[in-house]
């Protein structure tokens, strides 16, 4: 077997970068996202009635805001479903108390009360990435498009 030439694969690099240009960098990225619209992405079918409800309630808000687009359906459904379980493990609470007793005697806390707490927390997280919390919402920074106008003369 006789040895390749190592110097036969190798380009110079002025012509690589002539040759070969990222689609990337063809494009200005506000190019890249033009086609998303903010809009409210379509109900998917396997939804509460109470998810159904929060569905429209937040999406029309987020729609006014420019926070949401059709590439959002997944955590916005994901939104939408914890808050449906966590009204419903809140009216268990109020139905049945947040307390329990065991066959023991104990007082301990209510399945349906554990499950909402952990609703809730994991309801505030997906919340975050949509801005609805107003910790959330001060991260955001608005930039004044006119501070470049400025005469200072």
Same mark, same amino acid.
């Given at each position: 077997?006789?040895?390749?030439?190592?110097?036969?694969?190798?380009?110079?690099?002025?012509?690589?970068?002539?040759?070969?240009?990222?689609p990337?960098?063809?494009?200005?990225?506000?190019?890249?996202?033009?086609?998303?619209?903010?809009?409210?992405?379509?109900?998917?079918?396997?939804l509460?009635?109470?998810a159904?409800?929060?569905?429209?309630?937040?999406?029309?808000?987020? &729609?006014?805001? +420019? $926070?949401?687009? *059709?590439?959002?359906?997944?955590q916005f459904?994901?939104?939408?479903?914890?808050?449906? !379980?966590? &009204?419903?493990a +809140? $009216?268990?609470? *109020?139905?049945?108390?947040?307390?329990?007793?065991?066959?023991?005697?104990?007082?301990? !806390?209510?399945p349906?009360a554990?499950?909402?707490?952990?609703?809730?927390?994991?309801?505030?997280?997906?919340?975050?990435?949509?801005?609805?919390?107003?910790?959330?919402?001060?991260?955001?920074?608005i930039?004044?498009?006119?501070?470049?106008?400025?005469?200072?003369?």
């Open positions: 077997m006789s040895n390749p030439n190592p110097t036969a694969a190798i380009l110079p690099l002025e012509d690589y970068r002539k040759s070969t240009k990222s990337a960098t063809e494009k200005p990225a506000a190019d890249l996202f033009q086609g998303l619209s903010a809009k409210i992405p379509p109900v998917p079918g396997n509460s009635d109470t159904r409800k929060h569905w429209y309630f937040i999406g029309e808000r987020l &729609v006014v805001a +420019h $926070l949401i687009s *059709e590439v959002d359906l997944g459904q994901i939104l939408c479903q914890t808050w449906a !379980l966590y &009204v419903e +809140h $009216l268990n609470c *109020e139905r049945l108390g947040e307390y329990q007793t065991t066959p023991n005697g104990y007082e301990q !806390l209510a349906w554990v499950a909402r707490e952990r609703h809730a927390n994991r309801y505030q997280k997906i919340a975050d990435k949509f801005f609805l919390s107003p910790r959330a919402r001060k991260a955001v920074n930039e004044n498009p006119h501070q470049g106008d400025l005469d200072l003369d």
